[in-house]
């Protein structure tokens, strides 16, 4: 058995004594620099987080294993205001918050007070996931440690932020802005329930009216305003008639509070449920058309103005709701301010064309999903499925007067421009989807004023922000056209807040620099501040003239350091660092920060430093579910990170965070997977040990069976480099591990019987130890502890953690061993088969082999193969120009007829082969696996070509043999 945690403790305890990932400048090695988000310190670390982190390390561990000077730091992002309000639950002692303090944290009762301010919180919490990420393994540098917090932080935040303003891409003005009314806070994708991004919309709200009475409907569709048959009230919600910009509006009341917001003149006059106005008749501003105001349950009043315009033709809600109130209606007449026969002509007016739907694309899609109620889950998908397929491919049909015949895409612009510039429509900030605040509030739309942004927008820092992404490494590869697409849409970003932990902006100091904007140029920090350390300046004497130099080589040194103080040479020897480990060659990260952290990161680097410095990779991750489900505090399912290893031993947790992780999928942790896992690395292990007691062996009397396994192990070596390129671990781990010790069981099956004899053993002590040598490289950045251990008892150099990654030995890639092992297998699994279906436990079983003319025929058929001209007829008639088989008038042709099929399913790589192989010697192959065959089996095993005199055939089985397909009698 192994012991994890002695194991763990012993290499951990190796690699800290030895610094052994503490890296500094190596001008005679090349370097490799990569990061992964410093984590926000607000709870310890779960599984959840496992995954990119380990990811992480695992390039880490294989890039320094192919000889490159690895640096990989860390840090703590302290910034922002989540701490502040969890401090303030503490102390108020909610009950949710205690229990999760307590049970799930494991944190001691008397421990609290101490936690009640937002500094030692996050003290407490980075302590705790720096001892996790240290008993899980990482290979971290942490001398270089910091805190966003840190003064000298701030002076390099406030150098960013000067760099910045300087190129023009720091803006102020009056912005829309996620914002949290109870927080009274700007939101960023941080401060939100599970992470989401709040998107903002713009959305066209088209002043439908009755006399001067306006019914404004928010829509994303204005081109549809030509295909209108009613309006929509949501008969039991809350409305006002308000002044607004001095028009007369019906809308709900949570409407008129998010106008406020967004810096309307908003008076309310009176408040009434929305079936006051059912039934009344509504004029459309855009066709004139008249139609009545009808209810509707699905209206959500906190959606955009609480009033809709129905689309049947192409909005799956409106036809739904249209059809049910018809139907509702007429059995029920007297229930409704209205009379069924008025809304019996309501019919669909379809506006769009689209090829492949019919005249109304939301009837296609309603009945194909089978939906008839508008409370419907299903009709969101509907939605959405209409929506693009009108977006991409629509026409604007005659009805819609000058738009007539034009894409939907550009419609949907023109339209928008000329209603709004009639006076027909305006427009409305809007969140696209709901996002809650971490405090449980609704997040809304507010217009900020003399808010400062950093300009996403500014079009000659997109171009140098796409030319940076079309230059770079993106894994997985096909996310590059994410990226450009997050670069054209992104826009102002408010970049800093009133309250909160973090840096003053320096011209603006009421001022703090917010948790998205100081995390996006830190990786160029980790390259210097252990240098700075080593002087322990004043933060003040850090001035824009000392980064300048650092990080772009301005000015000279002894100027720098007759003005800051910080000796001369000590700058030189920073700058030298920054310029060692600069550019960054990959940034990890999840992919819900492709829309906004990465993407930030390659502006803010392409606005500062020149193109040489851009940064060169971005590896994105899929995250981790818990036996399939999401991880979530309120499902209990979470479980902490140094809990896991506690309960399953670091490497088998490695393990089995990465043999799931697929590229941008989910991965599927579940405590069963680790604990199989747990059981594969002690097979491994104990395997391990066998080899290393039995010696090295010597690789003189290799046979094929051998040079299989060696060939084996080559391609193995092949399909991991391959596979790493793109950082598939799960298909790295299969080959190194699963497939690799597969074969592996098989060689040692095929030669056990032959250890007796001396020479052979030293052979096959050389394959083995070959192959564990290979096998236990490659394991090492998946489950470095186990590696360093096995790696000792083989006497390796140093640590297994600098040993160099395998390469492919040509010498012994053997296609042809392959092959040959390839038959054996196929023989043996054929008399399995055999053996199964008779149930015969055998006495005797006899292989034959396929004779000579047999051979010649199927060479033909592998020719005419090659040269894509293999039929039945044609290989026949090949066949009999060979005099030969005239004598064999009467089974040649059905022997070639056999053989064509079977020619067919062959790859062409397979077929050169074996063309290239020519006729095999099958008797001695076979010969060579006798002993073992008799061994599995238990009986005598006789070899011997068909038509061989001594041949004993009694079932007259001899005459099936092909070639690569010996026939088979059991008896
Ligand atoms: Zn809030």
């Known amino acids: 058995?192994?012991?994890?945690?002695?194991?763990?403790?012993?290499?951990?305890?190796?690699?800290?004594?030895?610094?052994?990932?503490?890296?500094?400048?190596?001008?005679?090695?090349?370097?490799?620099?990569?990061?992964?988000?410093?984590?926000?310190?607000n709870s310890p670390q779960h599984i959840g987080h496992g995954r990119t982190y380990t990811l992480t390390d695992v390039h880490a561990r294989w890039k320094r294993m192919q000889g490159y000077n690895v640096l990989l730091p860390m840090a703590w992002h302290y910034t922002g205001t989540p701490l502040f309000a969890m401090v303030e639950r503490?102390?108020?002692?909610?009950?949710?918050?205690?229990?999760?303090?307590?049970?799930?944290?494991?944190?001691?009762?008397?421990?609290?007070?101490?936690?009640?301010?937002?500094?030692?919180?996050?003290?407490?919490?980075?302590?705790?996931?720096?001892?996790?990420?240290?008993?899980?393994?990482?290979?971290?540098?942490?001398?270089?440690?910091?805190?966003?917090v840190d003064p000298i932080y701030s002076k390099f935040i406030e150098w960013q932020f000067e760099k910045l303003r300087k190129k023009g891409y720091i803006t102020q003005g009056s912005h829309p802005v996620g914002w949290c009314p109870s927080c009274g806070n700007p939101v960023g994708q941080h401060d939100t329930v599970g992470d989401k991004e709040p998107e903002i919309e713009e959305f066209t709200v088209i002043k439908f009216r009755k006399g001067d009475m306006m019914f404004p409907a928010g829509t994303l569709r204005p081109e549809t305003v030509f295909g209108v048959t009613n309006m929509w009230i949501n008969p039991d919600a809350t409305y006002v008639e308000a002044r607004v910009d001095g028009e007369t509006w019906v809308i709900s009341a949570e409407a008129a509070d998010k106008l406020e917001l967004l810096e309307r003149e908003v008076e309310r006059i009176s408040e009434f449920q929305g079936s006051k106005f059912i039934g009344v008749t509504i004029t459309n501003p855009v066709t004139g058309d008249e139609f009545p105001m009808l209810p509707a349950s699905f209206v959500d009043p906190k959606?955009?103005?609480?009033?809709?315009?129905?689309?049947?033709?192409?909005?799956?809600?409106?036809?739904?709701?249209?059809?049910?109130?018809?139907?509702?209606?007429k059995k029920n007449p007297d229930a409704y301010r209205f009379k069924p026969s008025d809304i019996k002509d309501l019919e669909p007016i379809s506006v769009i064309e689209i090829d492949g739907y019919g005249a109304v694309p939301a009837r296609d899609v309603v009945d194909h999903m089978g939906i008839t109620d508008q409370q419907d889950p299903k009709l969101e998908k509907a939605t959405k499925e209409v929506y693009s397929a009108e977006f991409h491919g629509g026409r604007m049909r005659n009805n819609t007067g000058q738009y007539a015949s034009l894409p939907v895409q550009t419609a949907k612009k023109a339209v928008k421009e000329d209603i709004v510039a009639k006076g027909h429509a305006t427009t409305m900030y809007e969140m696209l989807e709901p996002v809650q605040c971490r405090c449980g509030s609704e997040v809304v739309v507010k217009i900020f004023e003399n808010?400062?942004?950093?300009?996403?927008?500014?079009?000659?820092?997109?171009?140098?922000?796409?030319?940076?992404?079309?230059?770079?490494?993106?894994?997985?590869?096909?996310?590059?056209?994410?990226?450009?697409?997050?670069?054209?849409?992104?826009?102002?970003?408010?970049?800093?807040?009133k309250a909160g932990l973090g840096t003053k902006l320096p011209w603006s100091p009421d001022w703090i620099i917010e948790a998205l904007s100081d995390s996006v140029i830190y990786m160029a920090y980790y390259t210097v501040i252990k240098g700075i350390n080593e002087v322990k300046p004043e933060p003040e004497h850090l001035t824009e003239e000392f980064w300048d130099y650092v990080f772009l080589g301005k000015g000279d040194a002894e100027s720098v350091a007759e003005s800051t103080g910080f000796p001369a040479e000590k700058l030189m020897e920073i700058h030298k660092e920054?310029?060692?480990?600069?550019?960054?060659?990959?940034?990890?990260?999840?992919?819900?920060?492709?829309?906004?952290?990465?993407?930030?990161?390659?502006?803010?680097?392409?606005?500062?430093?020149?193109?040489?410095?851009?940064?060169?990779?971005?590896?994105?991750?899929?995250?981790?579910?818990?036996?399939?489900?999401?991880?979530?505090?309120?499902?209990?399912?979470?479980?902490?990170?140094?809990?896991?290893?506690?309960?399953?031993?670091?490497?088998?947790?490695?393990?089995?965070?990465?043999?799931?992780?697929?590229?941008?999928?989910?991965?599927?942790?579940?405590?069963?997977?680790?604990?199989?896992?747990?059981?594969?690395?002690?097979?491994?292990?104990?395997?391990?040990?066998?080899?290393?007691?039995?010696?090295?062996?010597?690789?003189?009397?290799?046979?094929?069976?051998?040079?299989?396994?060696?060939?084996?192990?080559?391609?193995?070596?092949?399909?991991?480099?391959?596979?790493?390129?793109?950082?598939?671990?799960?298909?790295?781990?299969?080959?190194?591990?699963?497939?690799?010790?597969?074969?592996?069981?098989?060689?040692?099956?095929?030669?056990?019987?032959?250890?007796?004899?001396?020479?052979?053993?030293?052979?096959?002590?050389?394959?083995?130890?070959?192959?564990?040598?290979?096998?236990?490289?490659?394991?090492?950045?998946?489950?470095?502890?186990?590696c360093e251990e096995i790696w000792e008892k083989m006497g390796g150099d140093g640590f297994i953690a600098f040993a160099e990654w395998p390469r492919v030995d040509e010498s012994y890639v053997s296609q042809e061993s392959e092959v040959l092992e390839g038959m054996i297998r196929t023989s043996m699994e054929d008399v399995q088969k055999i053996t199964r279906v008779t149930g015969i436990s055998p006495e005797k079983i006899h292989f034959y082999t396929a004779d000579g003319w047999k051979w010649k025929i199927y060479l033909k058929a592998l020719d005419l193969a090659r040269r894509g001209q293999l039929e039945v007829g044609t290989l026949i008639r090949e066949a009999f120009k060979d005099d030969e088989m005239k004598?064999?008038?009467?089974?040649?042709?059905?022997?070639?007829?056999?053989?064509?099929?079977?020619?067919?399913?062959?790859?062409?790589?397979?077929?050169?082969?074996?063309?290239?192989?020519?006729?095999?010697?099958?008797?001695?192959?076979?010969?060579?696996?006798?002993?073992?065959?008799?061994?599995?089996?238990?009986?005598?095993?006789?070899?011997?070509?068909?038509?061989?005199?001594?041949?004993?055939?009694?079932?007259?089985?001899?005459?099936?043999?092909?070639?690569?397909r010996p026939a088979i009698y059991v008896q």
């Open 578 to 786: 920054f310029s060692y480990f600069y550019p960054l060659d990959a940034r990890h990260s999840g992919r819900d920060l492709i829309s906004n952290h990465l993407t930030y990161m390659v502006f803010c680097h392409d606005g500062i430093w020149p193109r040489e410095l851009w940064p060169r990779g971005i590896v994105v991750n899929g995250s981790v579910l818990m036996e399939g489900g999401k991880m979530s505090k309120s499902l209990n399912n979470i479980i902490p990170l140094i809990n896991a290893i506690d309960g399953f031993g670091a490497d088998p947790l490695r393990l089995s965070l990465m043999i799931t992780a697929e590229p941008l999928k989910d991965a599927d942790f579940s405590p069963d997977l680790a604990k199989n896992m747990g059981d594969n690395l002690e097979r491994f292990h104990k395997r391990a040990m066998d080899v290393v007691e039995q010696g090295r062996g010597s690789p003189e009397n290799l046979r094929d069976i051998d040079r299989w396994m060696l060939s084996r192990l080559q391609s193995y070596i092949a399909e991991a480099d391959e596979a790493l390129k793109e950082l598939k671990v799960r298909k790295t781990i299969h080959a190194a591990m699963y497939n690799l010790n597969q074969d592996m069981d098989w060689y040692q099956k095929r030669v056990a019987r032959q250890m007796d004899t001396p020479e052979r053993a030293e052979a096959i002590r050389y394959v083995e130890w070959r192959t564990l040598d290979t096998q236990v490289r490659m394991m090492t950045p998946f489950t470095p502890h186990l």
């Open 887 to 964: 004598a064999r008038s009467k089974v040649v042709p059905g022997y070639a007829r056999q053989i064509v099929e079977d020619v067919i399913r062959l790859p062409d790589a397979e077929v050169e082969l074996r063309l290239e192989m020519g006729q095999l010697n099958e008797v001695n192959v076979l010969t060579d696996a006798v002993s073992f065959i008799e061994g599995e089996h238990g009986c005598d095993v006789a070899v011997s070509a068909e038509s061989d005199p001594w041949t004993e055939d009694p079932a007259k089985r001899a005459h099936r043999a092909k070639p690569y």
């Open 1 to 41: 058995m192994v012991d994890w945690k002695a194991i763990e403790e012993k290499w951990q305890r190796r690699w800290a004594e030895a610094g052994a990932f503490e890296t500094d400048p190596d001008p005679e090695k090349p370097k490799f620099y990569l990061t992964v988000a410093y984590p926000y310190p």
């Open 90 to 148: 503490l102390k108020e002692r909610d009950p949710e918050f205690l229990d999760t303090f307590l049970n799930l944290y494991n944190i001691p009762e008397e421990k609290l007070t101490e936690l009640m301010d937002p500094i030692s919180m996050a003290e407490y919490f980075a302590a705790e996931i720096k001892h996790g990420m240290q008993r899980i393994g990482y290979s971290i540098d942490w001398r270089r440690e910091f805190t966003t």
């Open 303 to 329: 959606a955009v103005t609480g009033v809709v315009m129905s689309v049947p033709a192409h909005a799956p809600f409106d036809l739904v709701a249209l059809d049910q109130l018809k139907r509702e209606a």
């Open 451 to 497: 808010q400062w942004f950093i300009n996403y927008g500014d079009p000659a820092w997109k171009r140098l922000a796409h030319e940076n992404i079309d230059e770079m490494t993106i894994i997985p590869f096909e996310l590059r056209q994410e990226f450009h697409n997050v670069v054209d849409w992104l826009r102002e970003k408010a970049c800093a807040r």
